[in-house]
């Protein structure tokens, strides 16, 4: 194999080309926006298990991306009710702890690393359709050029066009009846939150927040909709009606949430929270699926960036390491579904706890606290933060 064909430049892409060039297979980059995202989305978390595939690659985000520490997780009542605190994945032994970091400065940042490693990154190329050849593949874009490489990665997020081409009857991505809005604040006095998110469950919506040592302030709330409203329906709203409309939501639980909601900077950004627990098919001919293109999670359990960077690691090992291309992407599959499955599902699980009736919220406030210590421990959640991928064992042993 000579040259793999990335279709898709945020987080997945770039991560996918610095791990084929470290197996050493050459690749590029084509992404569908015609200038780098650096300032698309608001922030993620980038989990342990994360941060710790990056570095079979070389790449440290956690400093590099301005990242936050948030080794914890605080659970409070919207009356204000402390109900636990939890473990933001699992410390490991070089002392890793999850981060939250702006989406579009982690991006950024693997961005600049592939060209650092003289990885093209071609902006301006939506894919429009590929077709199989005897020697491998053929991408044609929508502004009429194309590009041939032995295979083609898909990974162009949770409305995969490269999906859609490969499996047309593959499942749709899926509304969780969650709406996310979210967006940055200061509010004079208020001390930074050191190595702890705080999350909130109000009467009729959840709230986060975190509080940098600048004062600058991450903030985000999981409102629940019966029906899914598109993008273009929520960017019709304001950013002043957005706060009008919170700042009633939110009255009558914690008062620091509206304080926090009414002293907002910049817009306010919303967007349908979505999940796809897999695609049937996750390859085709020379043709393979990663990240949010053939399994997507909603963001609850801060997992979605790190699916992705994973699979990036993992696939480029089953090439290096396993004869043919079709059994290369045989292996990948069979070492990831049943992770990804099972994340995706813990995520909807959290999804669908954010919002509650009033019975089902004094019960909630009632056993949370002593549900937290079984279920959300440490131990409980090992599986899904101590997850290592050596480069240097081959998948062989590792499968």
């Known amino acids: 194999m000579t040259k793999a064909l990335i279709v898709g430049g945020g987080i997945a892409g770039p991560t996918m080309a610095m791990a084929l060039q470290r197996a050493g297979i050459d690749s590029a980059v084509y992404e569908a926006y015609d200038r780098p995202a650096d300032y698309t989305g608001m922030f993620l978390n980038t989990a342990s298990n994360g ?17 936050f520490p ?8 919207g009356t204000g009710k402390p109900l636990g605190e939890v473990a933001n994945g699992v410390r490991l032994a070089d002392g890793t702890v999850s981060v939250c970091v702006k989406r579009g400065l982690l991006q950024k940042v693997l961005r600049e690393q592939a060209l ?29 050029t194309t590009a041939t490489g032995d295979i083609l990665i898909g ?31 200061h509010v004079a006095g208020l001390a930074p939150t050191i190595g702890t998110q705080h999350f909130v469950f ?3 919506a959840f709230f986060g927040y975190l509080v940098r040592e600048s004062g600058e ?4 709330a999981n409102l629940h909709r019966p029906d899914e409203p598109t993008r273009e329906e929520l960017a019709q709203t304001s950013s002043q009606e957005w706060k009008r409309h919170l700042l009633g939501l939110f009255a009558g639980d914690m008062p620091l949430i509206n304080e926090i909601i009414g002293n907002s900077t910049g817009e306010i950004g919303a967007h349908p929270v979505h999940d796809m627990p897999t695609s049937p098919l996750w390859h085709r001919g020379p043709v393979v699926l990663i990240g949010d293109a053939v399994h997507a999670t909603s ?19 089953c090439l290096r390491d396993t004869p043919g291309t079709t059994a290369a992407f045989t292996v990948y599959e069979q070492l990831r579904r049943n992770r990804v499955e099972k ?53 062989s042993q590792a499968a």
């Open 343 to 395: 994340v995706v599902a813990y995520s909807r699980k959290l999804s669908n706890s954010k919002t509650a009736g009033p019975l089902a919220r004094v019960f909630r406030d009632m056993t949370m606290p002593i549900a937290l210590k079984i279920f959300a421990s440490d131990k409980a959640h090992a599986w899904m933060y101590t997850h290592h991928i050596d480069w240097d064992t081959p998948i």
């Open 217 to 220: 302030i991450y903030w985000f």
């Open 299 to 317: 963001p609850s359990a801060g997992q979605g960036a790190s699916m992705a960077i994973e699979d990036a690691i993992t696939l480029a090992k």
């Open 51 to 67: 941060l710790d595939a990056l570095r079979a690659i070389d790449v440290d985000v956690a400093e590099t991306a301005d990242g």
């Open 116 to 144: 650092e490693r003289g990885i093209p990154v071609q902006y301006g190329k939506r894919l429009e359709s590929y077709q199989a050849t005897r020697d491998g593949v053929v991408a044609r874009f929508a502004d009429g």
């Open 70 to 77: 948030m080794p914890r997780m605080r659970m409070w009542s």
């Open 155 to 185: 990974a162009d997020g949770i409305h995969s066009r490269t999906r859609q081409i490969m499996n047309p009857e593959a499942p749709k991505p899926s509304f969780t009846g969650l709406v996310g809005v979210g967006g940055y604040s």
């Open 202 to 204: 109000g009467k009729r």
